[in-house]
């Protein structure tokens, strides 16, 4: 209210009214709490997608997997962690082969836990198959593709981010991992000095990749 010979401030008689600062604060809620249900409701709808795809992926692998592989849950309950059991391919130091009669026969020893038969983690991501899933030998293998750690990380260009394709499958990474067995890449080495011996001295290289395998390659870590 204005008083009739009181002075007033330049430009207060058209001062708009200010808003009331609970407004301000419950419409800024408002705003935060529509943009969290938003990208809730994004992120279940990518989750839906992703499981859908891995089920259908791993019921497909289980039915008919690829020659030399058998794939298996961690957990039943996550379909994202994978026990991967991959046989080492024939005529590779990754075959098990024992000696009979004088003559060599290559094949998958069935006792003392000796079966050349590789325990392989794979885990995929939640953003799949938009992201790639990881791969690592929980068996220790010599090969110059794969760390020689606890890690046991696996080196496959396939999986690095700028050439992952979200079309690609999780049989063709398998494959793709058992053929750097009878394949090996020194090119794109995680190990140098075994990517050296394998190009310079392939005999000690395949003897020891051989007597790795014996003592290790059980199927089981």
């Not at 419409?27 to 938003?38: D, G, I, K, T, V």
């Not at 593709?145 to 979200?166: A, F, T």
């Not at 075994?194 to 089981?220: L, P």
Request: aromatic share 10%; with cysteine.
């Amino acid at each position: 209210m204005y008083v009739i010979g009181r002075s007033y401030p330049a430009g207060s008689r058209d001062k708009k009214p200010t808003r009331d600062i609970p407004d301000i604060l419950f419409q800024r809620e408002h705003f935060l709490l529509a943009r969290l249900l938003a990208s809730l409701v994004s992120f279940l709808a990518s989750t839906m997608g992703s499981l859908k795809r891995i089920s259908k992926e791993l019921a497909e692998l289980t039915e008919s997997p690829p020659a030399g592989i058998t794939v298996q849950l961690v957990d039943e309950a996550d379909v994202y962690k994978w026990k991967v059991f991959m046989k080492g391919p024939q005529d590779t130091p990754y075959q098990v082969q024992c000696t009979f009669s004088g003559h060599y026969i290559s094949q998958f020893i069935k006792v003392a836990g000796q079966d050349g038969t590789f325990l392989v983690n794979l885990t995929l991501p939640n953003e799949y198959p938009f992201k790639p899933p990881t791969v690592s030998f929980a068996t220790k293998i010599y090969h110059p593709n794969v760390s020689n750690d606890d890690k046991g990380s696996m080196c496959l260009g396939m999986l690095k981010s700028d050439e992952w394709k979200p079309s690609s499958r999780i049989a063709a990474v398998l494959e793709f991992a058992r053929q750097l067995l009878v394949e090996p890449m020194p090119d794109d080495a995680v190990e140098g000095r075994i990517a050296e011996q394998y190009q310079n001295d392939r005999k000690r290289f395949e003897e020891v990749a051989r007597d790795w395998t014996r003592r290790f390659a059980k199927g089981e870590k």
